[in-house]
Antibody, heavy 122, light 108 residues
Framework: EVQLVESGGGLVKPGGSLRLSCAASGFTFTNAWMSWVRQAPGKGLEWVGRIISKTDGGTTDYAAPVTGRFTISRDDSKNRLYLQMNSLKTEDTAVYYC?????????????WGQGTLVTVSS | SYELTQPPSVSVSPGQTARITCSGDALSKQYASWYQQKPGQAPVLVIYRDNERPSGIPERFSGSTSGTTVTLTISGAQAEDEADYHCQSADISGTSPVFGGGTKLTVL
């Protein structure tokens, strides 16, 4: 069974940093294209960014609101995905989900972890 | 920035057919997917590639496309289908995934 378990969320002050982690199991993590998606309280889903497999180049892409502040990385030896968040703003408050990205021409995300809550507040 | 537009809410009686639309200029060139999200839970994929259904998703869920609009149809909606539904695709370049604002489906 595919499992994605996020951790590392919590309360942080504006301007602060936080690193989220996603533990993956039940599939070949090395070959997976992984993404982070967030959801602010009472709002819709927002794509944060993506890291493709090392065999496909290992590159990253980010949504405009987080470019230059967030960094996605992966440790294939540990089956772990990371999201380093710097210069956090109040508008970054959200539940952050780890998910596998598939396909081209739109693609899709499946499955999703249970999410971890990040609250940015003074 | 590119946007996908969904109605905020849709309401049907049990056993009726629910249709949720999603509009966006790039939908004629990019596939769309749909996710069901119940309160306090993570999203679950119910349709991908416009009209493909993952294993384990009931047959009453189907997807269709026409021009720049995609539609999620729930035939014979049940109380357990009450949830938020999010469409997802990508911008015209295919680089950046994009989500619609979500539609709250009420079945009562």
């Amino acid at each position: 069974e595919v499992q994605l378990v996020e951790s590392g969320g919590g309360l942080v002050k504006p301007g602060g940093s936080l690193r989220l982690s996603c533990a993956a199991s039940g599939f070949t993590f090395t070959n997976a294209w992984m993404s982070w998606v967030r959801q602010a309280p009472g709002k819709g889903l927002e794509w944060v960014g993506r890291i493709i497999s090392k065999t496909d180049g290992g590159t990253t892409d980010y949504a405009a609101p987080v470019t230059g502040r967030f960094t996605i990385s992966r440790d294939d030896s540990k089956n772990r995905l990371y999201l380093q968040m710097n210069s956090l703003k109040t508008e970054d408050t959200a539940v952050y989900y780890c998910t596998i990205f598939y396909g081209v021409r739109g693609g899709w995300f499946d499955p999703w972890g249970q999410g971890t809550l990040v609250t940015v507040s003074s | 920035s590119y946007e996908l537009t969904q109605p905020p809410s849709v309401s049907v009686s049990p056993g009726q057919t629910a249709r949720i639309t999603c509009s966006g200029d790039a939908l004629s060139k990019q596939y769309a997917s749909w996710y069901q999200q119940k309160p306090g839970q993570a999203p679950v994929l119910v349709i991908y590639r416009d009209n493909e259904r993952p294993s384990g998703i009931p047959e009453r869920f189907s997807g269709s496309t026409s021009g720049t609009t995609v539609t999620l149809t729930i035939s014979g909606a049940q109380a357990e289908d009450e949830a938020d539904y999010h469409c997802q695709s990508a911008d015209i370049s295919g680089t950046s995934p994009v989500f619609g604002g979500g539609t709250k489906l009420t079945v009562l």
